[in-house]
């Protein structure tokens, strides 16, 4: 942390990065990072691969956050002027997609703050620990760390509290500790409503996302008891039929865990030109070397995923082998 500290007080421009399709834990512990820094009177920005889902837009100052894809320009003039860039919830440059190539060519400090097991060497300092629900409650015990909780403020602590509640499914999967219940009561003491967040997130769903809920769990859901595992699966017509958003798929690959003796579920889903997955486990089962071994991704223990260039009927083909080959 000595050396961190002298990092943060020697530099000016900082660029904060975190993964593609950013979730609640990206986004959040981006911007309560960037909260942080400018609190410190930092010039510092967020940087994201693409777009995130509307449904965490309530939280502050998301509307300063610069999409490569849409801002080249603007986001490659600023990475070229850090001198520090943080990479937040991601451990290989390969999540970030494009935004990979000026990343890989500044010569700023890299600092990676992340949980994901495996890190790929591509920074200067890591700050890792697999064992932690989110990147946001790392983000906590860093500002922790620093001796500068005395900074927190309520816009800080919404978006450590979206980042943990998201990657916790609420504060109910096993890497959820006292710790983590302790940083929470800290965040409600300073203001921050849980409550109202999880409405933010889980409440504003529009009518055609609760129907291709419905419709991927009484049409698209498949189950094999024999095997302990289920998948769904949803084609490009399906997604236009429900006029899917970014984000309206979120949570569904869960859904198949709860019925009783599951412990393995997939979602496939038919993109523009690939296919990606969704892997999801409990007990004993673990998903992050399949995705690996098979599905050209990873992840974590219980959550993970991948993508392969492959037709839908070949990707369910392979889910239906490797569910044989693993049960
Ligand atoms: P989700 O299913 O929510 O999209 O992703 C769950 C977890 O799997 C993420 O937190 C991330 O760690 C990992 N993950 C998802 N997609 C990929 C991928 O394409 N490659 C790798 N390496 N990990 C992924
Ligand atoms: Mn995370």
């Not at 020697?10 to 960037?34: C, E, F, N």
């Not at 009177?41 to 509307?63: G, S, Y």
């Not at 198949?256 to 990606?276: A, H, M, Q, R, Y």
Request: hydrophobic share 35%; aromatic share 10%.
């Amino acid at each position: 942390m000595q050396e961190i500290k002298q990092i943060l007080s020697d530099s000016k421009s900082i660029v904060i990065t975190t993964h593609k399709s950013p979730d609640g834990d990206a986004i959040g512990s981006s911007l309560a990072l960037y909260h942080f820094l400018k609190k410190k009177n930092k010039d510092v920005v967020v940087i994201v691969p693409d777009a995130f889902p509307e449904f965490l837009n309530w939280m502050v100052e998301t509307e300063s956050i610069i999409h490569y894809d849409t801002q080249v320009e603007e986001a490659e003039k600023l990475i070229e002027k850090a001198d520090l860039i943080f990479s937040l919830d991601y451990n290989s440059l390969n999540r970030i997609g494009d935004l990979s190539n000026p990343l890989g060519k500044s010569e700023a400090t890299k600092v990676v703050i992340d949980h994901h097991q495996d890190p790929a060497d591509f920074a200067d300092h890591y700050i890792v620990d697999t064992k932690s629900c989110s990147t946001s409650q790392l983000i906590y015990e860093f500002i922790e760390n620093l001796g500068e909780l005395d900074k927190l403020d309520k816009a800080i602590g919404e978006c450590i509290y979206c980042g943990i509640m998201t990657d916790t499914g609420s504060f109910r999967y096993p890497s959820t500790t006292s710790k983590t219940h302790q940083i929470i009561a800290h965040l409600i003491d300073l203001g921050v409503d849980g409550s109202k967040i999880h409405q933010e997130v889980y409440d504003t769903y529009s009518e055609h996302r609760l129907r291709l809920l419905g419709h991927a769990l009484t049409e698209k859901m498949k189950v094999f008891p024999e095997y302990g595992a289920a998948y769904i699966s949803l084609s490009q017509k399906e997604l236009k039929q429900f006029s899917f958003k970014k984000g309206d798929s979120e949570g569904l690959v869960n859904y198949p865990l709860s019925i009783d003796g599951i412990k393995f579920t997939v979602l496939i889903t038919e993109k523009e030109d690939n296919i990606s997955f969704s892997f999801r486990s409990k007990d004993d089962f673990h998903v992050n070397k399949i995705a690996n071994e098979h599905f050209n991704g990873g992840g974590h223990i219980y959550a993970a995923g991948g993508m392969l260039e492959v037709s839908l009927e070949e990707a369910i083909k392979k889910v239906e082998e490797v569910m044989k080959q693993y049960n």
